[in-house]
């Protein structure tokens, strides 16, 4: 899975914060998800839901640290034509983005952070916002967010931490919104794999592995196939759902 470039920095915060005071200043409103008095943003709504079942999956620590993240939301749609341009989640503990497009399709590691859910198999929410060629259309959907990126997280935070995590929407205007989700800390599916290693090979290992790693015979919690070393490209997206 390629790497998401990290956060950016205060001086490129700074641009940023810039940017948006001049799409205001050019009459582009820009609105935030507790905020829909702006024109810009009553054109759709994105809304937590469910948030005991909201993870944030710790698969791989040390090195290439990699998380999956499930928010459980619903995504109402009150006009047509809205494209979501860009979409990310930042977590609130480290300066980095996780894009919503960059997990391979694998139906069984997907399967196994979802299968705790109300409703399963879910809908997978992150197909309207990634990759998609035409408006939506008004509507009112739930289901899941997910998202699946390098990102370490805290020692200090246990299993059942509550941690916040905001998703960046962009639409076709530039308008930029965002909207807080929460999230228990979850290493139970990293743990699995592990005592399923151990069971299968008795030999110590070193090496780590992330969500879509083939497991060697030195991997310590590989869950999956395809990671990169975390010193390869720091910028890449790799394919949707699908």
Partial sequence: MPLRK???TRTEEAQFRSRLSYLKQIGIKVGSGGDHSAPESGRFSLEQIDPAFARVHELAAGEVAEIAVVLPAKFTV????VMITESYLIPSW???EIDLDNVEDNEAII????????IFPPRILNHEFVGR???LRPCQIEGVIIGNGYCPVPTKFHDETIVTLKLVLVDERDGVFS???TAGIDRSVMR??????ASKHP???SRRSGLFDTIEPDDQVGVSRGVQAKSASPVGRGPRFQ
């Fill in 6 to 8: 990290s956060r950016l």
């Fill in 78 to 81: 009150r006009k047509s034509g």
């Fill in 94 to 96: 480290i300066d980095l």
């Fill in 111 to 118: 399967n196994e952070i979802t299968q705790g859910l109300p």
């Fill in 133 to 135: 060629t035409l408006p």
């Fill in 179 to 181: 909207f807080d989700f």
């Fill in 192 to 197: 699995s794999h592990r005592r399923k290693w």
């Fill in 203 to 205: 030999v110590n290992s």
